[in-house]
Nanobody
Framework: QVQLVESGGGLVQAGGSLRLSCAAS?????MGWFRQAPGKEREFVAA????????DYVDSVKGRFTISRDNAKNTVYLLMSSLKPEDTAVYYC????????????WGQGTQVTVSS
């Protein structure tokens, strides 16, 4: 069992930046960030592997968001820049135990609100 705790959400104006953090109680294969806006389905945002730091992003955030990890702290970050109102959502971090497995462990979520 892996416990995940997110932090760093808040209210920001369009064009601004926020950094989300996700502290994990254990090491897995990959960590991901997802988001869910009101009335919409949860969507994948970005992911990173612990071992090699390989990253993946959804097209809508490429060039604006950066995912990174601190192996010593078991913490993953999501730096969000050039934020847009459509980035408003609850952001969740999740852990994928092994290659090809589902994201089985989830944090409680943190609200990000971007005002226009």
């Amino acid at each position: 069992q892996v416990q995940l705790v997110e932090s760093g959400g808040g209210l920001v104006q369009a064009g601004g930046s926020l950094r989300l953090s996700c502290a994990a109680s254990g090491r897995t294969y990959r960590m991901g960030w997802f988001r869910q806006a009101p009335g919409k389905e949860r969507e994948f945002v970005a992911a990173i592997t612990w071992s090699y730091g390989r990253t993946d992003y959804v097209d809508s955030v490429k060039g604006r968001f950066t995912i990174s990890r601190d192996n010593a702290k078991n913490t993953v970050y999501l730096l969000m820049s050039s934020l847009k109102p459509e980035d408003t959502a609850v952001y969740y971090c999740a852990a994928q135990s092994t290659v090809g497995s589902v994201y089985a462990f989830w944090g409680q979520g943190t609200q990000v609100t971007v005002s226009s």
